[in-house]
């Protein structure tokens, strides 16, 4: 089974041979504490790419924490424009000093963009938005991928694997996902096991905000709605109907949010979307759905408590 089909595609397409040079480069020189794992899977698959897939950043999602009957839950989709990755989904059982989790991933990903662990917490990652330096959409693209290249700082999915391997409960998980330097800007939706335990944590390299749970709920899209977003020449959020999602999941009605995928609906799904995601951390319970856009592609996997 070719599981990485579409991996494999985009390296022919987009000439990723080049950029896995590039790419394995800076994690050698930023001492990427995975990178004996991405050697592995490198050589296991034996296509280009590889390197350069483990820190691509180029997707948007939307994500919500919300206080529901059955406890604090994290609702999530993912939307990356590489195809069939909705029908190659992974559940992976790992675990590391701190406990279990469950990643929710693909063949050759070393990081973790979306994970739950039994009685410690949940959490997504959202592409932040596009810093602005000059004239133009190119123009900007290259500058901060060139910046990315100058620094180091941890790559966001490294940075949520290692807080599920290392933090034992949603505290430590916040404060280390707020505090620990960043290769690039990020959004982290984060939930906990207890009442009130949902935050959105928007964060620059050294820099962060949180969005606490107000009310019963605080949602994310790919823009920043705090302090961060009046940071240099401004930002550009990664896809013209970010504010349009952000919106739509804001308004969810509890009824839709608590019946399992009723609310995977335009312009929360979208032609991109690749999964959908409900993951309540106390229990350990989630369930998934793998699209293609507003199409689903899978059965409903889930994961039961016990």
Same mark, same amino acid.
């Given at each position: 089974?070719?599981?990485?089909?579409?991996?494999?595609?985009?390296?022919?397409?987009?000439?990723?041979?080049?950029?896995?040079?590039?790419?394995?480069?800076?994690?050698?020189?930023?001492?990427?504490?995975?990178?004996?794992?991405?050697?592995?899977?490198?050589?296991?698959?034996?296509?280009?790419?590889?390197?350069?897939?483990?820190?691509?950043?180029?997707?948007?999602?939307?994500?919500?924490?919300?206080?529901?009957?059955?406890?604090?839950?994290?609702?999530?989709?993912?939307?990356?424009?590489?195809?069939?990755?909705?029908?190659?989904?992974?559940?992976?059982?790992?675990?590391?000093?701190?406990?279990?989790? =469950?990643?929710?991933?693909?063949?050759?990903?070393?990081?973790?963009?979306?994970?739950? #662990?039994?009685?410690?917490?949940?959490?997504?990652?959202?592409?932040?938005?596009?810093?602005?330096?000059?004239?133009?959409?190119?123009?900007?693209?290259?500058?901060?991928?060139?910046?990315?290249?100058?620094?180091?700082?941890?790559?966001?999915?490294?940075?949520?694997?290692?807080?599920?391997?290392?933090?034992?409960?949603?505290?430590?998980?916040?404060?280390?996902?707020?505090?620990?330097?960043?290769?690039?800007?990020?959004?982290?939706?984060?939930?906990?096991?207890?009442?009130?335990?949902?935050?959105?944590?928007?964060?620059?390299?050294?820099?962060?905000?949180?969005?606490?749970? #107000?009310?019963?709920?605080?949602?994310?899209?790919? =823009?920043?709605?705090? =302090?961060?977003?009046?940071?240099?020449?401004?930002?550009?959020?990664?896809?013209?109907?970010?504010?349009?999602? #952000?919106?739509?999941?804001?308004?969810?009605?509890?009824?839709?949010?608590?019946?399992?995928?009723?609310?995977?609906?335009?312009?929360?799904?979208?032609?991109?979307?690749?999964?959908?995601?409900?993951?309540?951390?106390?229990?350990?319970?989630?369930?998934?759905?793998?699209?293609?856009?507003?199409?689903?592609?899978?059965?409903?996997?889930?994961?039961? #408590?016990?």
């Amino acid at each position: 089974m070719d599981v990485f089909g579409s991996a494999a595609g985009l390296a022919r397409s987009m000439a990723l041979p080049v950029a896995d040079r590039i790419s394995r480069t800076w994690l050698e020189r930023t001492k990427n504490p995975y990178l004996d794992e991405i050697h592995a899977l490198a050589a296991r698959l034996g296509i280009a790419g590889v390197y350069a897939l483990n820190v691509v950043f180029e997707w948007s999602c939307t994500s919500g924490a919300f206080q529901t009957e059955g406890g604090i839950a994290l609702r999530r989709v993912l939307d990356w424009g590489f195809p069939k990755l909705g029908e190659n989904l992974v559940v992976a059982h790992q675990s590391g000093p701190a406990g279990d989790f =469950h990643n929710i991933t693909w063949p050759g990903i070393a990081g973790i963009y979306q994970s739950v #662990a039994r009685g410690r917490f949940a959490a997504a990652i959202n592409q932040a938005p596009m810093r602005r330096h000059g004239p133009g959409l190119a123009t900007d693209w290259l500058r901060n991928r060139f910046a990315v290249h100058k620094r180091g700082g941890m790559p966001p999915a490294f940075l949520l694997r290692q807080i599920f391997e290392t933090a034992r409960d949603y505290a430590s998980a916040k404060e280390m996902l707020s505090r620990t330097t960043v290769a690039v800007p990020v959004i982290y939706t984060l939930v906990g096991t207890c009442a009130g335990e949902g935050c959105v944590i928007e964060r620059l390299e050294n820099d962060f905000a949180l969005r606490e749970i #107000a009310g019963d709920r605080v949602c994310a899209a790919n =823009h920043f709605l705090s =302090h961060l977003n009046g940071y240099g020449r401004g930002w550009l959020p990664r896809s013209n109907d970010s504010g349009e999602r #952000a919106r739509k999941v804001d308004a969810l009605s509890m009824r839709d949010i608590e019946t399992e995928f009723s609310w995977f609906t335009p312009p929360i799904a979208n032609p991109k979307s690749r999964l959908a995601l409900n993951a309540n951390a106390a229990t350990g319970e989630f369930s998934l759905i793998g699209t293609a856009g507003l199409n689903r592609v899978t059965e409903v996997f889930r994961l039961q #408590a016990g």
